[in-house]
């Protein structure tokens, strides 16, 4: 039995937990807003891999909002949900919460979306599944 675009796209979410560690902060003792992309770059991904069992590429990333800084030694829980489905795209949404370690206090840091593309073996764009 297949599942609804619903049921897909519940089953797509994606969370990964990272710890920040000084080797990934800047001056500030922040995590690099580079980082944060690459981390949200790779959620996505995986996120719309799920989705359409395809294989999909990053063709753009759309606003990010840096809310909250991220400092050195806190966790990060990213959350990657498809947003919108286009008959070759899939667009995701990200986001970065912030942890402390040793409390419960937690909140969001980092929003963006990102928009994947299914492609065969030759790169060219493919119809979602």
Same mark, same amino acid.
Request: aromatic share 8%; charged share 25%; hydrophobic share 40%.
């Given at each position: ?34 980082? *944060?992309? +690459? ?8 996120? *719309?891999?799920?989705?359409?069992? +395809?294989? #999909?590429?990053? #063709?753009?990333?759309?606003? #990010? ?42 909140? +969001? ?7 994947? #593309? ?8 493919? *119809?979602?599944?």
């Amino acid at each position: 039995m297949s599942k609804t675009l619903e049921e897909r796209k519940a089953a797509a979410e994606t969370r990964i937990f990272k710890a920040v560690f000084p080797n990934t902060t800047n001056h500030y003792d922040t995590l690099f807003g580079g980082t *944060a992309l +690459q981390l949200m770059d790779e959620v996505a991904f995986i996120c *719309a891999t799920r989705f359409s069992r +395809q294989k #999909v590429v990053t #063709v753009s990333s759309d606003r #990010v909002d840096f809310k909250k800084p991220i400092p050195s030694g806190t966790l990060v829980e990213l959350v990657a949900n498809v947003h919108k489905v286009g008959k070759t795209s899939i667009v995701v949404s990200v986001e970065i919460f912030v942890e402390e370690m040793y409390s419960e206090k937690r909140e +969001q840091a980092v929003h963006g979306t990102f928009t994947m #593309v299914a492609v065969d073996d030759e790169k060219n764009p493919v *119809a979602v599944c």
